[in-house]
């Protein structure tokens, strides 16, 4: 069994790395900086291996997308994501289309590359957001690519089905990660890498559907700011 992670060194993406090497997978860990990679792969000791590249590059992205289509590769988790804070018109532009690039066009392509090569058994995971169901304002790049991602997990789900491949969509909300940033947020809110990844294990070991929250909390949150007017979400959202 193959696994390829995104994002790999750090955060939600390190939590993956760890577990389905864990769950006895052979685990490719993708990111920018090669010194995190090597001190993951000395943790997760033989028959793992790591690529370092950039997807926001053409040159980053083609050398994944080759290495899944070659690879026999079952598990690709899409979880590299960047954001870029701050009102819209704030942000330079750059940073909103590297956020763009990134979190969209990085998993289109590397979605495509593994479920064209893939066998039935496969599974991918595209992290997604809590604020892809309801946008955070000072966060309106990032939010509607979550929104992206979310919808396209769910159509692969439904196309890839018939061929046994299994697609998800996870949906973590405030997560202890480096780049999480938000302290206006309970604890009693936010989760652990960990707890992220254990609820897509059990998802995938599951009959989940194609889109997974992986916080109870954050299940209620939505379904509650679903019931208020719009504009009423937005604002208890914004900063
Ligand atoms: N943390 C949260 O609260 C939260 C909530 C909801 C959803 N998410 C989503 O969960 C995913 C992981 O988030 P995280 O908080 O765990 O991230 P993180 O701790 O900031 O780690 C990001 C990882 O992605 C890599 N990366 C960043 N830009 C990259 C690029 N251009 N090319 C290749 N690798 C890149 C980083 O390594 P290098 O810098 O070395 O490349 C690092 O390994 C993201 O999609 C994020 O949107 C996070």
């Known amino acids: 069994m193959r696994a390829l992670v995104t994002g790999a060194s750090a955060g939600i993406g390190r939590a993956f790395a760890k577990s389905l090497a864990a769950q006895g997978y052979s685990v490719t ?37 080759e290495r899944l289509r070659g690879g026999g590769y079952t598990l690709l988790v899409n979880n590299a994501g960047t954001a870029a804070h701050g009102d819209f018109t704030e942000v330079a532009l750059e940073a909103s289309i590297a956020t763009l690039e990134v979190n969209c066009r990085a998993v289109v392509v590397l979605a495509h590359a593994f479920l064209g090569a893939a066998a039935p058994g496969g599974v991918l995971v595209n992290v997604s957001s809590t604020l892809g169901h309801i946008p955070k304002p000072g966060l309106a ?43 206006d947020v ?7 890498p960990e ?28 379904a509650v700011l679903r019931l208020f007017p719009r504009r009423a979400a937005l604002a208890l959202l914004a900063d």
């Open 141 to 183: 790049v990032y939010s509607a690519t979550k929104a992206f991602v979310t919808a396209l997990s769910e159509t692969l789900w439904h196309e890839q089905r018939a061929r046994g491949v299994r697609v998800l969509a996870l949906c973590p909300g405030v997560t202890a990660t480096a780049s999480q940033t938000a302290t």
């Open 29 to 65: 860990v993708v990111a920018r900086g090669t010194e995190a990679l090597e001190m993951l792969l000395a943790e997760l000791g033989d028959g793992h291996d790591y690529l370092a590249a950039d997807l926001g590059t053409q040159e980053g992205l083609r050398a994944v997308a």
């Open 186 to 192: 309970p604890p009693w809110l936010v989760q652990t």
């Open 195 to 222: 707890q992220v990844v254990d609820r897509a294990r059990k998802a995938l070991s599951g009959g989940s559907g194609s889109v997974v929250l992986t916080s109870p909390f954050n299940r209620a949150l939505i």
